[in-house]
C-alpha cells in the first residue's frame, strides 16, 4: 500500500474504497509475491505478514465504520469535513507506517469515532484530530500508564493522591499488566514531552506536580476521557 494512496484528503470516496476494499491490495501483493525469485522470498515474506496484518486492520475498521453509520453513532457524510477526513488520514498512515498493536489501534479509534460521531462539532472534530496526532506518538505501555493514572484518581480521597516521584512510579508500576518500575521510567520522560504528565519539581527531581490527578495534565485527561479503557 503506497503513502500516496494514504494522503489523498481531499478525496473522500478514495478513502472509503480503501476501507471497504482492501484485500484488492493483498491480491496486488500475492501476484508480485508468486512472481518473484527465490533469493527475493525472504523479505518478500516479512512484507507479506505486514500487508496481511494491515489489511486485517483495514478490513476491522472498515467494518466498525459502516456499523456505527447503522446504528445512527457516527455521521453518514462524516468524510464531509476536513478535520474528519485529516483524522482518519492519520489513522490510516498509522496503519501503513506503524503497524500498531491492539491497544494502540484501539485507542486511535476511538478518537477518530469521537471526531466522527452524530454530536461532534466543529470544536470536537478539531481536538480529535489534535489527540490523534499526538496518540501516534505513544507506546502501549505509554497508553496503559495514563490508564492507570485516570483510573487512580478519587476526587477528595486523601488515599488516592501521590506525594513524590518514587511514589508514583511504585503505585503505577504496580497497577500496571508486568508490575516493573522501570517500564515507568523509561516511557515518563515522553509523557511529559508530550505534556499529558505533569514534570518534576525540586532540584534532584523527586517532586512532582498534579498530585491529585497522579501527574495527569488537563491535555492528558482529556486523552484519557477520549479513549476510555486500553489494555
Known sequence: MSKEELVKVD??????ELLNKPTLKIA???TGFLKAEKNEWKGSAGRLVQALVKNNLLMQLGREINTYIKEGRIKEDYLETDLNRLTLVEL????DEDSPDENRFEAMKKIFFEGASIDADGTKQALSYELM???RKLSSIDLLILAVCHDSIDEGAKE???H???QWIGQ?????PFGYKE???LREENLEKLHLISGRTYSDGSGIRNQTTWRLTPLGTKLCEFIGEVG
Open 11 to 16: 478525496e473522500s470516496e478514495s478513502i472509503e
Open 28 to 30: 496486488e501483493f500475492f
Open 92 to 95: 490510516l498512515k498509522c496503519i
Open 133 to 135: 496526532k499526538v496518540c
Open 160 to 162: 488516592s493522591t501521590v
Open 164 to 166: 513524590s516521584r518514587e
Open 172 to 176: 503505577v508500576s504496580q497497577k500496571l
Open 183 to 185: 517500564f515507568v521510567e
